[in-house]
């Protein structure tokens, strides 16, 4: 197995047990890392109950807010980590939304504010986040990320409308990271993830439909699991992958491969 021991790092975008993140997260664990996670904005607190819920059954002290539209929290959780760790090794972003409303209509009805808000949350907050993360890698010699995208990113896939925008752009951010930190052995990777039931995947009209066509249509002839795609991400960040950087990964069960 892979050894995270002496590893700490970030994950962001736990929102439930369903959650992508908390696969990854889970994973994690399992190899030994250390970890802190982050809970996003809810009137209800729900999201922050769920993500302690999720830190008590695997130890993490460290759960911090974080809108990631927020600069001044953005800082303030680095600053945090930097205070408590001196360091980091790696980082999760698995951040997404678009408002249900514009993933319903038509693309071309898409709103400027809906646009904006998608590409803002799902893409641009990898950046600042970034920004941040790199002087604390800087302290341990390098550091890894991983965000997470889907294969709407590149095709017009029914009903995503404007999030296959919003990952096409994280997706070509990624690059420009990594060509950027590079020199600083800091890698940047994203994993391409097949159909999965998540909360996000549930804003999305006939997501069942979409999640049979991944089944019959991927080469393995299934869909992909949550474990799988964190077992894919848990390599990414780990020093095995230390030739990977700026690289879209797809792990879909073969999915993106096929012709019909």
């Known amino acids: 197995m892979i050894s ?46 769920n993500v302690q819920e999720v830190a008590d059954e695997m ?17 303030a959780v680095f600053a945090e980590l930097d205070r408590q760790w001196g360091g980091l090794d790696f980082l999760v972003h698995s951040v997404a939304f678009a408002d249900r409303g514009d993933l319903e209509k038509p693309f071309s ?17 990898l950046l600042p986040m970034v920004q941040q993360a790199a ?35 994280l997706e070509s951010a990624n690059r420009y990271l990594a060509r950027e930190l590079g020199p ?8 391409s993830a097949g159909a999965l039931r998540t909360l996000s995947s549930s804003g999305i009209k006939s997501f069942g439909d979409m999640l049979k066509v991944a089944g019959d249509h991927s080469a393995l002839g299934r869909t992909v699991t949550q474990d799988e795609v964190a077992t894919a991400t848990t390599f990414l960040l780990s020093d095995w992958a230390s030739g990977i950087t700026g690289q879209t990964i797809y792990v879909d069960s073969g999915f993106n491969i096929m012709a019909n």
């Open 135 to 169: 002087p604390l890698f800087k302290k341990n010699g390098g550091g890894s990320v991983v965000s997470m995208s889907f294969i709407g990113s590149v095709l017009a896939v029914p009903n995503y409308n404007v999030m296959g925008p919003a990952k096409a752009a």
């Open 109 to 125: 009805s898409t709103g400027r504010e809906g646009w904006r808000m998608a590409l803002e949350i799902s893409a641009y907050s």
């Open 59 to 75: 130890g993490v002290k460290v759960v911090l807010p974080l809108d990631v539209r927020d600069d001044a929290m953005n800082q």
């Open 184 to 191: 600083d052995n800091i890698r940047c990777n994203v994993v």
């Open 4 to 49: 995270f021991k002496g590893k700490k790092g970030l994950v962001v975008g736990i929102a439930n047990q369903k959650s992508i993140a908390y696969a990854v997260a889970k994973r994690l664990h399992e190899c030994g890392a250390e970890m802190a996670f982050t809970y996003g904005p809810d009137p209800k607190e729900r999201f922050k109950g």
